[in-house]
């Protein structure tokens, strides 16, 4: 890394949170309280969005059952895709059940007709997701960002309520870390990333 960008994440706590940010699994079993929910959603609320259409809607679900429910279901469907026996055990920290809480990302394009806009609103809870994942580092809180739960996205739907036009996009699993991951190591150079008017 440059020796600017290390400068900068020991100066700037931006950049120092952007770098030191990292997806934990093992959590703590204590709570969090409401209102350190709210200022980690006020900042997904700040992101960037297509169109400034802020299309990201935010459901938190502490309960474990509900949680749980919809973790046997992404396993059903990974069993079936792979014909193999699945084991909760074996999945468990990736699919957020030890965590305190789960945040459910979705995106509401109900009242948007464009074609156009749709098909980009997805891209606004991305972006919220990552704004999110950084407050709550900043707060000292752990998080890690979930695909796979969203395979279960009808079983969501059901389990939480969520009306037609609003698409469930991803999941946040949140808690205290119990852990501190070691940094992984950037795969590439900025030789092999960076480019300039074209890829050579």
Known sequence: MSTKFEKLCTENLVFK??????????????????STLQVLIQAAQWSPSAWD?????????????????????????MRKKTNEEIIIDDHRIFLGIDAPLQIFICDD??????PRIKRESKINCYAAIQNLLLAANALGLGACWQGDP?????????LLNIPECVEPVSS??????METPNPPPRKHGLDEILFYEKMD
Do not use: C
Request: charge should be positive; aromatic fraction near 6%; charged fraction near 35%.
């Open 17 to 34: 949170t952007i770098k030191e940010r990292r997806s934990v699994r093992l959590f703590e079993p204590r709570d969090i309280d409401d």
């Open 109 to 114: 394009t109900r009242g948007i007709n464009d």
């Open 53 to 77: 259409t802020q299309t990201w809607r935010f459901i938190i679900v502490r309960d474990r059952d509900t949680r749980l429910s919809i973790i046997n279901s992404v396993l059903n469907i």
């Open 150 to 158: 969203i395979l279960a996205a009808d079983k969501i739907k059901g």
């Open 172 to 177: 946040v699993a949140l808690g205290y870390p």
